[in-house]
């Protein structure tokens, strides 16, 4: 009878380790969750995705695109999402409210330009005095950009009361031109490149001629995923490494790629011609381009973003951005260690 005992108490402790065990194996197991504002400067996101530079890494992903990063960053914060391509003000302006989450690489530099229409009276910054201007979501990382730095530092406008700023989702932008339901907008590519190739815009400021080389979109994730899953992040970040590199020595291809993830439809110019998808994302590359390495001039760029978005008051205490950059993962996976 003892004997009967202890193997049936063996058994079951067998079991409840089992079962205690299961839920630790099937969280490795889960994919990493990705979300990405769905714009050409985040191409390294669908480049991974389509080259397979994840699958070689052996990572497992789930990739959902959004609009903006504000909602990105909610659905960050509602752990929905695991790790984001993202601009960094949505980033800090959770950090600010209380969601501990870390700037990991950079994606991109460049991509924003505010835009007129060929031919129309405003050719300045100062022209935009009392006309109508399209933006994206307060709060957005672009809205920090052009309230701030465009419109405030640089044009010496103020946003609320010089001239009427409205929010639109980008892909409405160039429509609400050429319908005149706004007089510009400040948008990013491959909408800027559409509008130069169609002859019916033109760039009024070009944010890359004014800071050559500004970091834009980031990779980040909560300190909750980071310490959770370091070995994948490490793996995320060699294939959007590898990815580009892909973007850098393979222009032609990546471009192809790029027109047909977004669909890209050909333009006919003011000439008549028409103009490929391919050429629409080979003129993008003029005002963006691709880098993971975050160097000590992007830190300083995304501090004047905080710095905004305090004068802004978009976050409610000053913040340093060293608290939220960490490359340590960076630095794993470009040095290939696992």
């Known amino acids: 009878m003892q004997v009967f005992e202890r193997m049936k108490q063996g058994l079951l402790a067998a079991t409840f380790a089992l079962f205690a065990a299961a839920p630790a194996v099937a969280a490795d197991s889960e994919p990493l969750r990705i979300g990405w504002v769905s714009a050409m400067a985040n191409a390294p996101a669908l480049i991974a995705d389509r080259q397979e530079f994840f699958r070689e890494e052996g990572l497992d992903v789930e990739i959902k695109a959004f609009g903006d990063g504000p909602v990105i960053q909610q659905a960050v914060a509602s752990g929905d999402i695991d790790v984001a391509y993202i601009g960094a003000p949505p980033v800090y302006q959770w950090f600010a409210r209380g969601l501990d989450s870390r700037i990991l690489a950079k994606v991109n530099y460049g991509q924003a330009a505010l835009v007129a229409k060929a031919g129309g009276p405003i050719r300045t910054l100062g022209d935009l005095k009392g006309k109508r201007l399209a933006g994206l979501s307060r709060g957005s990382g672009m809205d920090v950009l052009l309230r701030g730095f465009v419109l405030k530092d640089t044009a010496k406008l103020d946003p609320d009361i010089d001239l009427s700023l409205s929010q639109m989702p980008v892909g409405n932008m160039n429509a609400a031109l050429d319908t005149g339901v706004v007089d510009a907008a400040f948008e990013w590519e491959p909408f800027v490149s559409q509008l130069i190739l169609r002859g019916t815009g033109h760039v009024v400021f070009d944010v890359n001629e004014a800071l050559p080389g500004y970091p834009w979109y980031v990779i980040a994730a909560t300190e909750k995923v980071i310490q959770a899953r370091p070995n994948d992040l490490v793996k995320l ?25 977004f669909k890209l439809e050909a333009v006919q110019s003011a000439d008549g ?21 975050l160097e000590t001039s992007d830190r300083s760029f995304i501090q004047k973003l905080m710095d905004y978005s305090l004068t802004l008051g978009l976050i409610p205490k000053a913040l340093k951005a060293d608290d939220i950059i960490d490359t340590s993962l960076w630095s794993r996976a470009i040095a290939g260690n696992n």
């Open 237 to 261: 970040l060699r294939a959007h490494h590898k990815a580009i590199i892909f973007l850098q020595d393979h222009p032609v291809e990546a471009d192809k790629i790029i027109a047909d993830a």
């Open 273 to 293: 011609k028409m103009v490929p998808p391919e050429t629409i994302a080979s003129e993008a590359r003029k005002r963006l381009g691709w880098s993971d390495a």
